[in-house]
T-cell receptor
């Protein structure tokens, strides 16, 4: 099965600072990759997904962006963080829309 | 597009009793329905899933039932234990894109000792 590496586990960043979260996948090739955000006590909000290198679909307009420079690498970025960007960010991987989603350990981002 | 609703948002049961969480979906073309468990501060993990060609699936104390006519599916946990305390999410595949899972809002299950 797939293994998702996501780092860092926790991050505290000031408002207006940039962000880069990285996710890499092992154990599969050409996966579908996803970035989710989860506010405290809330559900999973899909931010971006990618079905291949350089292919990014955005679900929610905001000041975040995503890139997929390699088949098994997915990056979430921001040029200037807002307080509202705080949350638990999860990278996930699926081999198709009807298969198990594997999640990374998550990054707890606090914007101060 | 597909929409998934999950109830209840919070469920408190006595240890040893059963717990049932229900989800409804809107698109009859959906055919994959997983359930995930998320412990506090951890990642969601798949606990059981069902495809539309079966009506029920069991794995020890956990079972999922699917009613395609009514477009709803349920998670059943029997003989609940303290380690069952977590947030549970249901999902359905999005038949339009075939790339996404559409998630329910989650149910916080509390097991009372």
């Amino acid at each position: 099965s797939q293994t998702i590496h996501q780092w860092p586990a926790t991050l505290v960043q000031p408002v207006g600072s940039p962000l880069s979260l990285e996710c890499t996948v092992e154990g599969t090739s050409n996966p579908n990759l996803y970035w989710y955000r989860q506010a405290a006590g809330r559900g999973l909000q899909l931010l971006f997904y990618s079905v291949g290198i350089g292919q990014i679909s955005s679900e929610v307009p905001q000041n975040l962006s995503a890139s997929r420079p390699q088949d098994r690498q997915f990056i979430l970025s921001s040029k200037k963080l807002l307080l509202s960007d705080s949350g638990f960010y999860l990278c996930a991987c699926q081999t198709g829309g009807r298969t198990e989603a594997f999640f990374g350990q998550g990054t707890r981002l606090t914007v101060v | 597009g597909e929409n998934v609703e999950q109830h209840p948002s919070t469920l408190s049961v006595q240890e040893g009793d059963s717990a049932v969480i229900k989800c409804t979906y809107s698109d009859s073309a959906s055919n994959y329905f997983p359930w995930y468990k998320q412990e506090l501060g951890k990642r969601p993990q798949l606990i059981i899933d069902i495809r539309s060609n079966v009506g029920e699936k069991k794995d020890q104390r956990i079972a999922v039932t699917l009613n395609k006519t009514a477009k709803h599916f349920s998670l059943h946990i029997t003989e609940t234990q303290p380690e069952d305390s977590a947030v549970y999410f249901c999902a359905a595949n999005d038949p339009d894109s075939n790339y996404q899972l559409i998630w329910g809002a989650g149910t916080k299950l509390i097991i009372k000792p």
